[in-house]
């Protein structure tokens, strides 16, 4: 059974730095695609970065591109996003996902984890 279960999501001023983590389980980890998608309310869920697993080759959002970093620890089956210079329309509930395709821009979740809520404010 697959498990995906983030963490690290909090109340940060603008500027400031968070790191979210994605904990897997239930599957090969090295044949999949891990991403990372937010969504503000009102608005649709959106991509934000992806990793594969096997290679570590990744994508990024033009819209967090510079300051968002996502990594990867093979030996714990966990994927982090280092979100540095947070500014408030980053606010927003992140969810891991383990991808159906690619990581590129047309990255498309296949299973969900719950979401951790990120809110930047001052």
């Known amino acids: 059974q697959v498990q995906l279960v983030e963490s690290g999501g909090g109340l940060v001023q603008p500027g400031g730095s968070l790191r979210l983590s994605c904990a897997a389980s239930?599957?090969?980890?090295?044949?999949?695609?891990i991403g990372w998608f937010r969504q503000a309310p009102g608005k649709e869920r959106e991509g934000v970065s992806c990793i594969r697993n096997s290679n570590g080759v990744t994508y990024y959002a033009d819209s967090v591109k510079g300051r968002f970093t996502i990594s990867r620890d093979n030996g714990k089956n966990t994927v982090y996003l280092q979100m540095n210079s947070l500014k408030p329309e980053d606010t927003a509930v992140y969810y891991c996902?383990?991808?159906?395709?690619?990581?590129?821009?047309?990255?498309?979740?296949?299973?969900w984890g719950q979401g951790t809520q990120v809110t930047v404010s001052s």
């Open positions: 239930g599957f090969t980890w090295d044949y999949y695609v």
């Open positions: 996902a383990k991808l159906a395709g690619g990581c590129d821009r047309t990255m498309r979740g296949r299973q």
